[in-house]
Nanobody, 124 residues
């Protein structure tokens, strides 16, 4: 059974950092694309970053370039989203998802499985 478990969210002050984790089970996570998405209250879901099986990455959101990075630790079956210089606009529920292809980063609708969200709140 494919399962993705997101964790690491919390309350952080503007300018702070958080690292989100997406732990995978039930499939060979290292072979497939993992993406991070977010949804703020009253807003549509937005793509953040994704990583392919070869380690290539794509920024879905220009607003996080230079602040967020994505990495994969295959031995731990985990993908991380490192978020630095956080802003109040980054406040959202963050979700990880997997696309069972691995060679590219598709649009959100193409992802096959989703994890539960983890809340990130950026506030002073």
């Amino acid at each position: 059974q494919v399962q993705l478990v997101g964790s690491g969210g919390g309350l952080v002050q503007p300018g702070g950092s958080l690292r989100l984790s997406c732990a995978a089970s039930g499939f060979a996570m290292g072979r497939y694309t993992i993406g991070w998405f977010r949804q703020a209250p009253g807003k549509e879901r937005e793509g953040v970053l994704c990583i392919t099986n070869g380690g290539g990455y794509t920024y879905y959101a220009d607003s996080v370039k230079g602040r967020f990075t994505i990495s994969r630790e295959t031995a731990k079956r985990t993908v991380y989203l490192q978020m630095n210089s956080l802003k109040p606009d980054d406040t959202a529920v963050y979700y990880c998802a997997t696309y069972l292809n691995g060679l590219l980063c598709p649009t959100a609708g193409a992802y096959d499985y989703w994890g539960q969200g983890t809340q990130v709140t950026v506030s002073s």
